[in-house]
């Protein structure tokens, strides 16, 4: 067992009413969708021509706060920032620093996922308030590949982006969807950029999630067989070593450093999830592959923490035992409509 997993149970069990779901999963990981709206339109996650919630429908930083702060308070250790892209909410420091209060206090780790493009402008103030690491989205390091995959964004500012994370002391891991035929040729080469500057990285299998106009059965590649590959280059050592979230994770001798492996395809990992997740309008989703949803924004707004609290048992009760993604020819239709997004991956 790591010493995330071992402190992340020692606060859990010190909490009076903890959340656990109907599989007897503890609840210790948040992940609080801030935006919808993200300044790439990378081709596995959205349509190129996207529609956002109006600004109206958003939930305020007193709303985010409220609700964290009721999970926090039921055994959530670890809160995570997502979109959409999380920097480009207006104002989002602000959010960053009232959530920030909760460390040492419940909460044991804040931390974000971004696409680095606005980290030049965040970083240093990320990390003066107790942000200590992030993941960077990262799927290729060629310039021309990297503005076809996110149909806009420019690889010089999500480098610099980088550059300024890194020199401000935060802990980086990169995660890079692996795309056949897309970017699987650069996998190796990945692997030696972010390990020859000390950056984890993770691989993660493509998801069926909303309509985005690609076709992604032909662009599937599993991780099993992707980790086959390496394993005939590389030395992969097996780790018990876990962030909190889905990733499996090995240590490549050759290079000195950690790759993760997310398979919600191949191999889903349900068993042990310990994860909800929270739309930006307030919807809390129980499973990243499942349309159940528990409406926390009309439950603060009606009740406040009583009603909070309920809704959060209830959310227990509704949280299924795994997903239901398929990818192949005869399910080539995404598995929702919801894209990617919507509930911050």
Not at 8 to 23: E, G, K
Not at 62 to 80: C, L, M, N, P
Not at 152 to 159: N, P
Not at 180 to 199: K, L, Q, S, T, Y
Request: aromatic share 6%.
């Amino acid at each position: 067992m790591s010493v995330s997993q071992q402190s992340s149970m020692s606060v859990t069990d010190a909490v009076q009413n903890p959340l656990v779901d109907r599989y007897g999963r503890h609840i210790t990981y948040l992940r609080i969708s801030v935006t919808d709206r993200c300044d790439f339109r990378c081709t596995y996650c959205m349509a190129e021509d996207m529609t956002f919630l109006p600004k109206r429908d958003v939930l305020s930083f007193e709303e985010i706060d409220s609700i964290a702060s009721a999970f926090i308070g039921r055994g959530v250790t670890k809160v995570r920032l997502t979109g959409g892209e999380p920097l480009v909410r207006r104002d989002i420091m602000a959010l960053v620093e009232r959530l920030a209060r909760h460390l040492g206090s419940g909460l044991g780790e804040l931390t974000m996922t971004t696409n680095g493009s606005q980290l030049r402008r965040y970083a240093d103030g990320l990390a003066a308030a107790g942000v200590k690491r992030i993941n960077i989205s990262l799927d290729t390091l060629d310039e021309a590949r990297f503005t076809a995959i996110t149909r806009r964004g420019r690889i010089a500012d999500v480098l610099d982006g980088i550059d300024a994370a890194a020199a401000a002391g935060l802990k980086i891991k990169l995660n890079m969807v692996a795309m056949r035929g897309v970017n699987d040729d650069e996998i190796e080469p990945m692997i030696a950029w972010a390990h020859g500057r000390g950056f984890g990285l993770t691989l993660i299998e493509g998801m069926p999630l909303g309509e985005v106009g690609i076709d992604r059965v032909d662009s599937y590649l599993p991780l099993k067989e992707l980790r086959d590959r390496l394993a005939t280059r590389f030395t992969l050592e097996k780790l018990d070593h876990r962030t909190g979230g889905p990733a499996r994770y090995v240590w490549v001798k050759e290079t000195g450093g950690l790759l993760g492996f997310i398979t919600p395809m191949s191999h889903n990992f349900c068993e042990s999830c310990n994860r909800v997740r929270l739309t930006a309008t307030g919807q809390l989703f129980m499973c990243l592959g499942q349309e159940d949803q528990v409406d926390l924004r009309t439950a603060l707004r009606d009740g406040g923490k009583t009603t909070l609290d309920a809704a959060l048992d209830h959310a227990m009760i509704l949280k299924p035992k795994g997903h239901d993604f398929v990818l192949d020819r005869d399910h080539t239709a995404p598995a929702l409509q919801r894209h990617m997004s919507v509930t911050g991956g």
